[in-house]
C-alpha cells in the first residue's frame, strides 16, 4: 500500500526556510530583486486575481497571484521565448503548470525551444484551484455569503481564506474539496514537486515557507542574499510547520484518492491519468487485502 509519509507528501527537499519580507510579499520581493539585479530576464506567472496569465518583464511590475486561482500560464510559454528570445525566465504557478512544462523539457515535445529557457521553477502549495464562481458558491455554502476572497493561506495544517471584507475564514477540506476544478480532485502532487522552490502562504502577508528542492533553486537564493543582503531575513522553518503542512496535505491527497478509486471502480475516466498509471496506482493502494468485518478469529 501507497505510503503517505512526508517523502511521498512533500517530495524531497534540501532545506526549508521561512522568509519575512519586511512588511512585504517575501516572494514578490525576491522576483523583484532577481529581475533588478538580471537573475532572470522574465517572469510567467498569472494576474493577481488568477483569471489571465501574464509575462512580467520590469520589477516594478511584479504581481503574484493571491488567490489560488491560475490558469493558462503555459499559453505564454511560446511567445516569451520565440518573440521576446529569453533565455533566463521564471515561472511561477501552482504544480498541474509544471507538469505540462516538464514534458515539454524532458519528453520531446517542444523540446526544442524550451528546454533551456527556464531559469527557475516556483511551485505554490495548492489546495486545488477555483474559478471565481466556485469561490462565491463555495463561500455561500460555508459562511452564508458570498463576498470576495482576498487571498488564501495556511496556518496550523488548515486552509483560511482572508476575505475582502477582513475576516478569516476556515474552510473545511470535506467542503473545498467539491468545488475545485475536477482535475484537481484526481492531483496527487499539490506541493509542486517537478519546481525549484515550492512557496506555502502562510497567514502573516510578509512571510513565506519556502521549501527548497534543487540546486538550481538553492544557488539561486544564496547569489540573491549575497546580492541584496537584508532585503529578505531567512531562518531555517520549525518542524512543527512542516509537520502541519505534511498533516494538510495528507488530508487532501486522502480526499482525492477516494475520487480516484471511486472512478476506477465505476470504470471511468480520470482527468492527469493514463490507463497504466492508473491501473498501476490501483494495484499498489489496494496490495493490501484485508477485510476486517468479515474475519474468523
Known amino acids: 500500500m501507497v505510503s503517505l509519509d512526508r517523502r511521498f507528501l512533500i517530495g524531497n527537499f534540501r532545506?526549508?526556510?521561512?522568509?519575512?519580507?519586511?512588511?512585504?510579499n517575501p516572494t514578490e520581493s525576491i522576483f523583484r530583486l532577481m529581475l533588478k539585479?538580471?537573475?532572470?530576464?522574465?517572469?510567467?506567472?498569472?494576474?493577481?486575481?488568477?483569471?489571465?496569465?501574464?509575462l512580467i518583464?520590469?520589477?516594478?511590475?511584479?504581481?503574484?497571484?493571491?488567490?489560488?486561482?491560475?490558469?493558462?500560464v503555459n499559453s505564454l510559454l511560446k511567445k516569451a521565448i520565440q518573440k521576446y528570445r529569453f533565455s533566463r525566465l521564471a515561472v511561477y504557478a501552482?504544480?498541474?503548470?509544471?507538469?505540462?512544462?516538464?514534458?515539454?523539457?524532458?519528453?520531446?515535445?517542444?523540446?526544442?525551444?524550451?528546454?533551456?529557457?527556464i531559469s527557475l521553477k516556483v511551485g505554490f502549495l495548492?489546495?486545488?484551484?477555483?474559478?471565481?464562481?466556485?469561490?462565491?458558491?463555495?463561500?455561500?455554502?460555508?459562511?452564508?455569503?458570498?463576498?470576495?476572497?482576498?487571498?488564501?493561506?495556511?496556518?496550523?495544517?488548515?486552509?483560511?481564506?482572508?476575505?475582502?471584507?477582513?475576516?478569516?475564514?476556515?474552510?473545511?477540506?470535506?467542503?473545498?474539496?467539491?468545488?475545485?476544478?475536477?482535475?484537481?480532485r484526481y492531483c496527487l502532487n499539490m506541493a509542486a514537486k517537478g519546481t525549484d522552490i515550492t512557496c506555502v502562504n502562510l497567514k502573516e502577508e510578509?512571510?513565506?515557507?519556502?521549501?527548497?528542492?534543487?540546486?538550481?533553486?538553492?544557488?539561486?537564493?544564496?547569489?540573491?542574499?549575497?546580492?541584496?543582503?537584508?532585503?529578505?531575513?531567512?531562518?531555517?522553518?520549525?518542524?512543527?510547520?512542516?509537520?502541519?503542512?505534511?498533516n494538510f496535505l495528507r488530508e487532501k491527497i486522502l480526499l482525492n484518492i477516494a475520487d480516484i478509486v471511486e472512478r476506477v471502480e465505476l470504470g471511468l475516466p480520470v482527468p492527469k491519468w493514463n490507463d497504466n498509471k492508473l491501473r498501476k496506482f490501483y494495484r499498489i493502494w489496494n496490495s493490501v487485502d484485508i477485510n476486517f468485518e468479515e474475519e474468523v478469529f
Open 15 to 24: 532545506g526549508a526556510f521561512v522568509v519575512e519580507g519586511k512588511g512585504k
Open 37 to 54: 539585479h538580471q537573475f532572470i530576464d522574465g517572469l510567467l506567472t498569472c494576474s493577481k486575481t488568477g483569471e489571465s496569465p501574464k
Open 57 to 72: 518583464l520590469k520589477s516594478d511590475e511584479v504581481e503574484l497571484p493571491s488567490k489560488n486561482t491560475c490558469f493558462g
Open 94 to 117: 501552482p504544480a498541474c503548470t509544471f507538469d505540462g512544462l516538464n514534458k515539454t523539457q524532458y519528453f520531446g515535445i517542444g523540446c526544442n525551444w524550451t528546454k533551456t529557457a
Open 126 to 184: 495548492c489546495p486545488g484551484l477555483l474559478t471565481e464562481n466556485a469561490f462565491n458558491a463555495e463561500l455561500a455554502d460555508i459562511a452564508g455569503k458570498s463576498t470576495g476572497v482576498k487571498r488564501f493561506y495556511f496556518d496550523g495544517g488548515n486552509l483560511f481564506y482572508l476575505l475582502e471584507d477582513g475576516a478569516s475564514l476556515k474552510i473545511p477540506l470535506s467542503v473545498h474539496h467539491h468545488y475545485t476544478n475536477s482535475a484537481c
Open 206 to 246: 510578509d512571510r513565506v515557507l519556502l521549501i527548497v528542492r534543487s540546486e538550481r533553486g538553492w544557488s539561486t537564493l544564496a547569489h540573491l542574499q549575497k546580492t541584496a543582503p537584508g532585503e529578505v531575513l531567512f531562518r531555517k522553518a520549525e518542524e512543527e510547520l512542516l509537520a502541519s503542512v505534511e
